[in-house]
């Protein structure tokens, strides 16, 4: 069997030691004689995997007492909903930081559902090169949250501080967190937000899942004509089972967190592993007259590197030959083209090293 370097933005590689303990897994569950995506969610040894993922994600992230750890459903995508549904309830608008395309999908849902939105910044006038410095953001004075983007999976734009949630009248709101494409790639300060939400298929497991972690404070500020399903307090109280979960993403997620702590050291390691990564391939990008990233390096993500290449007569033939080369998904996202590796946590370092052979090689050849 042959395994290929893969640079998709997500659904995203996974550790191999995690597929592999799924696969002896996959047919019979520690002597149980059925798979896990065969038991029952209220099965006592379904339980037993659902609170120890809880457990070993808090572990890593140092999640304080007073946060519930929500597995949910939806993607990253439908907590644009529930996150002005769950934080709304006592009025203000909802504040954002506009930073790039999924920020702006952010908005877009906000005002579709509640009219008016704060906009407290944005990096449009730069073309989304750089994330507006912390003494441009200011909220609103009916503020009721400030909602950041932490990266910009598209456009390879990251934040490189935590803003401060606070209105003119010296008034601190929740800081509400996608952070779908980070969650995990380094150590995080929770307490620093209200709401952090991620979309399980880049750096916690397979696409199918969400993990949501709120602040006890903040459940009893929701909206009453909120679907129940979006509802943090109803799906805190009922262990994330309201319905049926997704079980099988939610068990591969918890060997995920295993594989961080017990294969990588923590969260700690494994940022130092990602700094490498991407300091790598930026060193070699910054090199080539043939490659080139716009982003201001202070704001460069080391989850999601764009690069265009100085012909883009030349993409098709560079995603052909890395295609034959083993190195997968490399072309850019379609509103903004060129080429996007994206260095997830599975990714190893051997990947990006033959990528960066590759893209040595291919310049020499082409360019």
Same mark, same amino acid.
């Not at 704060?118 to 009916?142: C, F, K, M, Q, Y």
């Not at 080539?288 to 201001?296: D, F, G, K």
């Given at each position: 069997?042959?395994?290929?370097?893969?640079?998709?933005?997500?659904?995203?590689?996974?550790?191999?030691?995690?597929?592999?303990?799924?696969?002896?897994?996959?047919?019979?569950?520690?002597?149980?004689?059925?798979?896990?995506?065969?038991?029952?969610?209220?099965?006592?040894?379904?339980?037993?995997?659902?609170?120890?993922?809880?457990?070993?994600?808090?572990?890593?992230?140092?999640?304080?007492?007073?946060?519930?750890?929500?597995?949910?459903?939806?993607? =990253?995508?439908?907590?644009?909903?529930?996150?002005?549904?769950?934080?709304?309830?006592?009025?203000?608008?909802?504040?954002?930081?506009?930073?790039?395309?999924?920020?702006?999908?952010?908005?877009?849902?906000?005002?579709?559902?509640?009219?008016? $939105?704060?906009?407290?910044?944005?990096?449009?006038?730069?073309?989304?090169?750089?994330?507006?410095?912390?003494?441009?953001?200011?909220?609103?004075?009916?503020?009721?949250?400030?909602?950041?983007?932490?990266?910009?999976?598209?456009?390879?734009?990251?934040?490189?501080?935590?803003?401060?949630?606070?209105?003119?009248?010296?008034?601190?709101?929740?800081?509400?967190?996608?952070?779908?494409?980070?969650?995990?790639?380094?150590?995080?300060?929770?307490?620093?937000?209200?709401?952090?939400?991620?979309?399980?298929?880049?750096?916690?497991?397979?696409?199918?899942?969400?993990?949501?972690?709120?602040?006890?404070?903040?459940?009893?500020?929701?909206?009453?004509?909120?679907?129940?399903?979006?509802?943090?307090?109803?799906?805190?109280?009922?262990?994330?089972?309201?319905?049926?979960?997704?079980?099988?993403?939610?068990?591969?997620?918890?060997?995920?967190?295993?594989?961080?702590?017990?294969?990588?050291?923590?969260?700690?390691?494994?940022?130092?592993?990602?700094?490498?990564?991407?300091?790598?391939?930026?060193?070699?990008?910054?090199?080539?007259?043939?490659?080139?990233?716009?982003?201001?390096?202070?704001?460069?993500?080391?989850?999601?590197?764009?690069?265009?290449?100085?012909?883009?007569?030349?993409? =098709?033939?560079?995603?052909?030959?890395?295609?034959?080369?083993?190195?997968?998904?490399?072309?850019?996202?379609?509103?903004?083209?060129?080429?996007?590796?994206?260095?997830?946590?599975? $990714?190893?370092?051997?990947?990006?090293?033959?990528?960066?052979?590759?893209?040595?090689?291919?310049?020499?050849?082409?360019?």
């Amino acid at each position: 069997m042959t395994r290929h370097f893969n640079f998709c933005a997500g659904p995203a590689a996974l550790p191999t030691a995690v597929l592999e303990r799924a696969r002896d897994e996959m047919l019979d569950y520690h002597g149980r004689g059925l798979s896990v995506m065969e038991m029952s969610h209220r099965s006592p040894e379904y339980v037993a995997i659902a609170e120890k993922a809880e457990a070993d994600l808090r572990e890593l992230l140092a999640i304080p007492a007073n946060y519930r750890v929500l597995f949910t459903q939806g993607g =990253a995508t439908q907590q644009f909903a529930a996150v002005p549904y769950n934080l709304l309830g006592e009025g203000g608008r909802p504040s954002f930081v506009d930073t790039g395309i999924w920020s702006r999908k952010a908005i877009k849902e906000a005002r579709h559902l509640f009219g008016e $939105v704060d906009i407290a910044a944005s990096s449009e006038a730069n073309g989304h090169t750089a994330v507006p410095r912390p003494e441009a953001i200011r909220l609103a004075e009916d503020a009721a949250y400030l909602h950041v983007t932490a990266n910009e999976t598209i456009g390879g734009l990251a934040f490189d501080y935590l803003p401060e949630a606070v209105r003119p009248d010296g008034r601190e709101v929740p800081l509400v967190g996608d952070m779908s494409s980070t969650i995990l790639s380094e150590p995080l300060d929770v307490s620093r937000f209200g709401v952090i939400y991620a979309g399980a298929q880049k750096n916690i497991g397979p696409a199918g899942l969400v993990v949501v972690i709120v602040r006890d404070d903040l459940l009893d500020l929701a909206r009453s004509d909120m679907p129940t399903l979006f509802s943090y307090k109803e799906l805190a109280a009922a262990g994330s089972m309201v319905n049926t979960p997704a079980t099988y993403s939610w068990y591969l997620a918890g060997l995920v967190f295993e594989w961080l702590k017990d294969d990588i050291g923590g969260l700690s390691a494994m940022e130092a592993i990602n700094a490498r990564k991407a300091a790598k391939l930026y060193a070699a990008i910054d090199a080539s007259e043939l490659y080139a990233n716009p982003i201001t390096p202070a704001n460069r993500s080391r989850m999601n590197v764009p690069f265009v290449l100085a012909d883009e007569r030349l993409d =098709a033939p560079f995603l052909a030959e890395a295609e034959a080369a083993g190195l997968l998904n490399l072309k850019g996202h379609r509103s903004v083209g060129g080429m996007r590796a994206s260095l997830y946590n599975a $990714v190893p370092e051997a990947a990006v090293d033959a990528l960066i052979d590759f893209m040595t090689d291919f310049e020499q050849r082409r360019g």
